[in-house]
């Protein structure tokens, strides 16, 4: 290499090392004038936590049943000959809720009745020479064949008697049957004939209905219950219904039956919720919100749940010491719900919590309380 070269080289070597002396020079002065600037303390608010109640629960919706319910069918065929009850009626067991004509039934009952009566009277003398053919075959006054004749005799007569008397009460039963009475205490909710409709004895069609009966003094809804959550419905201390009608009332029930079989299509299993309706404020066919309550705390210390974080470590909290100075504080959680986490350990009442601000804060750093 020439030396005109070689210095030349070593010229531009030696500008390429004062320019980077000179940026690094202007990079580190900015950044120290950069570290000079003020930058405020985080904001934070504080509160302490609540005391109140906290609890899981799972949410189903269903329809309100009545607790019992019936269709009604008359038993015997025949025409309407009056109704004692119309929508909305509210019967008891036992009462007459219609009248089928009796007039046929009736005429069939004497009948049967006059039948029997002959029936009865020759069995009885029937009865009368048996027992006397017994005292005279006691004295040698007949042959024993008298006997056996007058045996047979009443044997043959009381069968009959038996026979007339058994379709005596059959009689009786349909005639009994005319009445269509109440087979539970309830209200009607349907009618569907007027007095002189001529009604068949059959449970096969529809039409042969008379009336709808419910019994709504207790209510029932079937929840499908997840396959997951089987396990929680011992745990089950209240259930509390809401209905679209009384917005502002809560309905209390309990869980009465567990189906112990799950719905293969949909691995759900059916369970029963039965409230009490002693005013008849609930109907069936009504659309209800039902929440199964379980793991209820009462008189426990609640923090929202966004102000309690945790690392590998556990949960915890920023709490506010003196100086204003910001602590990580580990909790020890219990039930959570709705955005509430319950509080079983490491914090007390009077503690101050971060409320506001707690993202943009750490362990030992100073902070300014909002007012």
Same mark, same amino acid.
């Given at each position: 290499?020439?030396?005109?070269?070689?210095?030349?080289?070593?010229?531009?070597?030696?500008?390429?090392?004062?320019?980077?002396?000179?940026?690094?020079?202007?990079?580190?002065?900015?950044?120290?004038?950069?570290?000079?600037?003020?930058?405020?303390?985080?904001?934070?608010?504080?509160?302490?936590?609540?005391?109140?109640?906290?609890?899981?629960?799972?949410?189903?919706?269903?329809?309100?049943?009545?607790?019992?319910?019936?269709?009604?069918?008359?038993?015997?065929?025949?025409?309407?000959?009056?109704?004692?009850?119309?929508?909305?009626?509210?019967?008891?067991?036992?009462?007459?809720?219609?009248?089928?004509?009796?007039?046929?039934?009736?005429?069939?009952?004497?009948?049967?009745?006059?039948?029997?009566?002959?029936?009865?009277?020759?069995?009885?003398?029937?009865?009368?020479?048996?027992?006397?053919? &017994?005292?005279? !075959?006691? $004295?040698?006054?007949? %042959?024993?064949?008298? @006997?056996? /004749? #007058? =045996?047979?005799?009443? &044997?043959?007569? !009381?069968? $009959?008697?038996?026979? %007339?008397?058994?379709? @005596?009460? /059959? #009689? =009786?039963?349909?005639?009994?049957?005319?009445?269509?009475?109440?087979?539970?205490?309830?209200?009607?909710?349907?009618?569907?004939?007027?007095?002189?409709?001529?009604?068949?004895?059959?449970?096969?069609?529809?039409?042969?209905?008379?009336?709808?009966?419910?019994?709504?003094?207790?209510?029932?809804?079937?929840?499908?219950?997840?396959?997951?959550?089987?396990?929680?419905?011992?745990?089950?201390?209240?259930?509390?219904?809401?209905?679209?009608?009384?917005?502002?009332?809560?309905?209390?029930?309990?869980?009465?039956?567990?189906?112990?079989?799950?719905?293969?299509?949909?691995?759900?299993?059916?369970?029963?919720?039965?409230?009490?309706?002693?005013?008849?404020?609930?109907?069936?066919?009504?659309?209800?919100?039902?929440?199964?309550?379980?793991?209820?705390?009462?008189?426990?210390?609640?923090?929202?749940?966004?102000?309690?974080?945790?690392?590998?470590?556990?949960?915890?909290?920023?709490?506010?010491?003196?100086?204003?100075?910001?602590?990580?504080?580990?909790?020890?959680?219990?039930?959570?719900?709705?955005?509430?986490?319950?509080?079983?350990?490491?914090?007390?009442?009077?503690?101050?919590?971060?409320?506001?601000?707690?993202?943009?804060?750490?362990?030992?750093?100073?902070?300014?309380?909002?007012?």
């Amino acid at each position: 290499m020439s030396k005109t070269r070689k210095k030349t080289y070593l010229i531009a070597t030696t500008v390429v090392v004062i320019l980077a002396l000179l940026i690094y020079v202007r990079i580190k002065a900015n950044a120290d004038t950069a570290a000079k600037v003020f930058r405020p303390m985080p904001v934070v608010q504080v509160s302490t936590a609540q005391q109140g109640s906290i609890e899981r629960t799972l949410s189903f919706t269903g329809d309100i049943d009545a607790i019992q319910e019936a269709s009604i069918f008359p038993r015997v065929n025949g025409n309407i000959e009056d109704e004692y009850v119309n929508i909305g009626s509210f019967v008891t067991k036992g009462q007459v809720l219609a009248l089928i004509d009796t007039t046929v039934y009736s005429e069939n009952a004497r009948q049967v009745r006059g039948v029997y009566l002959q029936a009865e009277a020759t069995m009885e003398n029937d009865k009368l020479t048996y027992e006397r053919d &017994k005292s005279l !075959l006691s $004295q040698n006054l007949i %042959a024993k064949q008298d @006997l056996d /004749n #007058a =045996e047979a005799a009443y &044997k043959v007569a !009381l069968a $009959q008697e038996q026979a %007339a008397s058994a379709t @005596l009460k /059959n #009689a =009786e039963i349909q005639l009994g049957y005319c009445r269509v009475d109440a087979p539970f205490t309830g209200y009607v909710t349907r009618r569907f004939f007027d007095p002189g409709t001529y009604v068949t004895a059959s449970t096969n069609s529809s039409s042969s209905t008379l009336f709808y009966l419910a019994d709504i003094n207790k209510v029932k809804i079937f929840v499908n219950v997840l396959e997951e959550d089987i396990p929680i419905l011992p745990k089950v201390e209240d259930a509390q219904i809401s209905v679209d009608a009384y917005p502002n009332t809560v309905f209390h029930g309990k869980i009465t039956r567990i189906s112990q079989q799950l719905d293969l299509s949909t691995r759900t299993m059916p369970v029963e919720v039965d409230i009490d309706n002693p005013n008849g404020l609930l109907k069936p066919g009504m659309f209800a919100n039902v929440t199964l309550i379980y793991d209820k705390a009462a008189n426990t210390m609640i923090l929202p749940t966004q102000v309690v974080m945790s690392d590998d470590s556990g949960s915890y909290v920023y709490t506010l010491g003196s100086g204003d100075i910001v602590h990580k504080n580990y909790v020890k959680i219990g039930v959570t719900h709705d955005n509430q986490d319950q509080i079983l350990a490491g914090l007390s009442d009077n503690d101050p919590v971060v409320f506001m601000g707690y993202d943009v804060v750490h362990d030992g750093m100073r902070v300014r309380v909002a007012k």
